[in-house]
């Protein structure tokens, strides 16, 4: 159960760091308060974003192999580099996280995004 536990939260992660600097861009956009009046991030910002939560999602399950994505994880049991008996609870665990992750997210700029 620990595999699942891990891509769960590595998953939840990585999509909490991604959506949160596509919505943060997106949402800010062209607010005046903003350095420089042109609102909080750039295309750049969505880039650092996306990479910095892949790999805190990469350091958040430690040594269980962090696919962090369900067709990752269908890619390597289709060549044999995974188990198929693992394939159903990573789908499960990953979609949760991203849901989750995606959530926090939603939660977070609710007020931007109604």
Known sequence: MREPFAEFW???????????????????????????GNGFGAYRSINWGWGLGAMLGLYATGDYGAYLNPAITLSNCIYRQLPWRRFPMYFVAQMLGGFVGSGVVYANYISAID
């Not at 600097?21 to 350095?35: F, I, R, W």
């Open 10 to 36: 590595g998953t939840a992660v990585m999509v909490m760091f991604g959506n949160g600097s596509v919505a943060q861009t997106l949402l800010s956009a062209g607010q005046t308060a903003a350095p420089g």
